[in-house]
Nanobody
Framework: QVQLVESGGGLVQPGGSLRLSCAASGAFFTIYAMSWYRQAPGQQRELVAV???????NYADSVKGRFTISRDNAKNTVWLQMNSLKPEDTAVYYC?????????WGEGTLVTVSS
């Protein structure tokens, strides 16, 4: 069992930055693929970024060059650094862990990009 707790969301102006954190509890964090998803109002949840247990990363086209996902296995934590934020980045951001058929979700943190 893995519990995920996100933090770091808030209100930011266009062009600004935020760093989201996801603290994981439970065993075997190091072997889980960790991801960030987001869901905007009235939209489906979409994958933003993923980092494998080996550290490989992949990003949605809409955030490439602006967002960076990273992890520290010693701290059981994954981050999402978000730069050059746009109003269309407004969404609830969810942390996700997957190992095979096992997957876990956090409760989400709201990011609002507005002037």
């Amino acid at each position: 069992q893995v519990q995920l707790v996100e933090s770091g969301g808030g209100l930011v102006q266009p062009g600004g930055s935020l760093r989201l954190s996801c603290a994981a509890s439970g065993a075997f964090f190091t072997i889980y693929a960790m991801s960030w998803y987001r869901q905007a109002p009235g939209q489906q949840r979409e994958l933003v970024a993923v980092i494998t247990s080996g550290g490989s990363t992949n990003y949605a086209d809409s955030v490439k060059g602006r967002f960076t996902i990273s992890r520290d296995n010693a701290k059981n934590t994954v981050w999402l650094q978000m730069n050059s934020l746009k109003p269309e980045d407004t969404a609830v951001y969810y942390c996700h862990a997957r190992l095979g058929v096992r997957e876990y979700w956090g409760e989400g943190t709201l990011v609002t990009v507005s002037s």
